[in-house]
Each structure stands twice: as C-alpha cells, then as structure tokens.
C-alpha cells in the first residue's frame, strides 16, 4: 500500500481533540460493534451507531441506513470522527457472502464513507483493519515494524479484501486531503462478538504445529480497542499504526496456558490437506491461512503508547477469554461442526489441517464406501 503520509502534506494533520466530541461507527449493531460503542462513550463523547438497523444500546444515537449508499452524508452531519470497521470480527457473516460480491461490498462502502465524510465535513476517519495484512511469513522479525508492507497469498480471502480496503483508502485520501485518515490494525482480536478463523484454531481437540516453524502469538482485546480508538480520536495521530497486547506468546506458553496437546505435521502435510478439502468445499477458507498459525505476524502497539496509551489486557488474559468463548464450539479449521456433519463424527471439534487430513481420509474412505 502506498503510504498515507505521503498522500497528506506536511502539517495538514489535525491538531489534538479537546472535549467531548460526536464519534460515529460503522456496524454498530453488531456485538461486537455495541462492545466497542459503549467503551467509545465511557469518557464522555457522544457515540452514533450506524448499521443497517438500531441496536439495543439507549446511549447511542442510532442513525440505521446503508453506509455504502450516498445518503450516509446526512447521518455524517454533526460527526467529528467516524470509524469504520472494514474488518468483520463474525467469519459466519464473511464466509456467507461469495467473495467477489463480498470485496465489491468493501469497496463500495469505503469509498462512498470516505467521500461523505469529507462532505460532512468530518474532521477524521478511523479505519479498522487488521495486522493480518502483514503476512505470516517465517522471515518476518518480531515485532514487525508498524510499517511494514502488506502481504497476503491469497487473492481472494479475507486477508486480500483488507488489503484491497487499505489501498483503496489511500488512494482516496489523496483525492480529500482535509480529511486526515488514520488505519489501525490489531493483532488477533478476542472478547464478545469475536469469530475468527484464529479464535477457530482453538476449538481443536489439540494445536496444530507445523514441524520446523516457529509462531508467535500476540492478542488484542475488544475493550483494549476501544480504549485505542479514544486515543485516536482525540489525539494527532499516525496514519498507520497497530493495537495489541505487548509482547508475544511462544507456542509452549500458549499450550501451557490453554492446557491442549498438540499435534505436529510436516507443512507439506499440513497444507495439502488443508488445500484439498479447500478444493472439495469442505473448509471455506484458502489453505494459506495456515500460514497464520505457523508463522509469525506479531506487532508491538508502540505509535499508541508514545501516544499515552496502554492496554488493559495482557496476552495470556486474552488467550483465556478467548478460551472461554469457543468452550463448546468444534470446527474444522473455518468450519463449524457438528457430530453429524458430512466430514464425520471422527473429525468434529477439529479446527486444523492435522484433523482436516484425518477428515479427508474419511471422504476418501465414505467414497470408496459408495463405489
């Protein structure tokens, strides 16, 4: 992505927020946009929910409409900063949508939001994305710089979609240089409202390690966001930065603290099964999100902290509470299962490509069961 502080001039950036100020959210709705809406008007600001229909919140303003339609500019009045959540915390809601109609979604709803801000005379824009645009590679350092360029290897996941997103953003924050825009990527995100394809690596029976990789696994709770989105909000911020916990978990802290064996494949392995039943329709998501629990794509929150910012939650509490909501869930990497499911009995409560090889020999074994 080309970087956005390029796009803007220098000293065209806003100048600290004082006092309460009217903060709009996009999918507000949602549980995990009301857990950030009430944190958001804890100090005071006014929060305006926007969403397709109102939520259950009575302090926020509701303003129900479609975010990708031109008539958002009058729900953007009287808003000082407007934060998008182009990410979708719900892999149900991501994975129901065909990926081509799902990235032109995105697409839509970021230019059209971005124009009307700069029409309403909005002073910032916060877009939610996350650090899995970086890429889990194995050379990548730890931390990685706050900076760093975006990689995805896949096309057409929802990696690629974010990337698609943030460069969308910058090219049009050169188009509407009085508005100051603002990407924050969080690590791994945990807390209510919260169904990732990362949360789903926990629903397994054990971990999955790929042999000869090394992950590292950093977290970021839905309150720490929050609380980062004040910062921003109020403070002269960078145009890129990260939120998450600081420091990093190894693969031995997070099977000492989760309590769960693991079980180890070679890489080969691990994504030719994950790949086939990829192809079979089996699991939705591309084999290449693998790379996300083998690889490291850890960052260290520190723009924020130079900003007076700390987080609230440190990685091992996160990795509990997310422990705490899969309790009961099964999945086979982004699928959901249950005991009767068409994978097989054997294979639910599996949530890697070491179960999902286990379940492909099943279909291998159901058909030759028919011929």
């Known amino acids: 992505m080309s970087s956005l502080t390029a796009s803007r001039p220098a000293g065209n950036r806003p100048r600290k927020q004082a006092g309460p ?126 900076d760093s360029p975006l990689r995805a290897d896949d096309t057409e996941g929802l990696v690629a979609d974010l990337i698609a997103v943030e460069e969308e953003v910058a090219s049009l924050a050169r188009l509407h240089q009085g508005l100051a825009v603002t990407i924050l990527r969080p690590a791994a995100l945990v807390g209510p409202g919260v169904d990732t394809m990362i949360t789903r690596h926990f629903e397994a029976p054990r971990l999955l390690t790929l042999r000869g990789t090394t992950p590292s696994w950093t977290f970021c709770h839905v309150e720490d966001l929050a609380s980062a989105l004040v910062v921003l909000a109020h403070e002269d911020a960078p145009e890129e930065l990260t939120v998450s916990s600081w420091g990093a978990l190894s693969q031995l802290e997070v099977e000492e603290i989760s309590g769960m064996k693991r079980v180890e494949l070679s890489e080969i392995a691990a994504f030719s099964a994950a790949d086939r039943l990829h192809r079979l329709n089996v699991i939705p998501v591309p084999a290449s999100d693998l790379s996300f629990v083998a690889h490291p794509w850890t960052t260290e929150p520190e723009r924020l902290a130079a900003l007076g910012w700390y987080p609230a939650y440190d990685n091992a509490a996160c990795l509990s509470i997310l422990l705490d909501g899969v309790r009961g869930h099964h999945a086979v990497m982004a699928r959901r299962l249950r005991s009767r499911d068409a ?29």
């Not at 959210?25 to 929910?49: C, M, N, P, W, Y």
């Not at 339609?69 to 809601?93: G, I, T, W």
């Open 343 to 371: 994978v097989g009995a054997a294979a639910a409560g599996a949530a890697s490509a070491a179960v999902a090889a286990i379940a492909t020999a099943a279909l291998m074994r159901r058909r030759r069961g028919r011929d």
């Open 21 to 146: 100020l009217r903060i709009a959210l996009t999918k507000a709705a949602t549980t995990f946009g009301s857990t950030l809406a009430a944190h958001l008007g804890e100090g005071g600001d006014r929060v305006i929910g926007l969403d397709s229909h109102a939520g259950t919140l009575g302090d926020v303003d509701w303003r129900p409409g479609d975010v990708a339609s031109p008539s958002v500019v009058a729900a953007l009045d009287d808003v000082d900063v407007l934060v998008h959540l182009a990410l979708e915390p719900d892999l149900s809601v991501a994975l129901g949508v065909q990926p081509a109609a799902r990235r032109a979604r995105q697409i839509e709803q970021i230019r059209t939001l971005v124009t009307a801000a700069a029409a309403a005379g909005v002073t910032r824009l916060i877009v939610v994305t996350s650090a899995l645009v970086f890429g889990a590679r194995a050379d990548n350092p730890v931390p990685l710089p706050e």
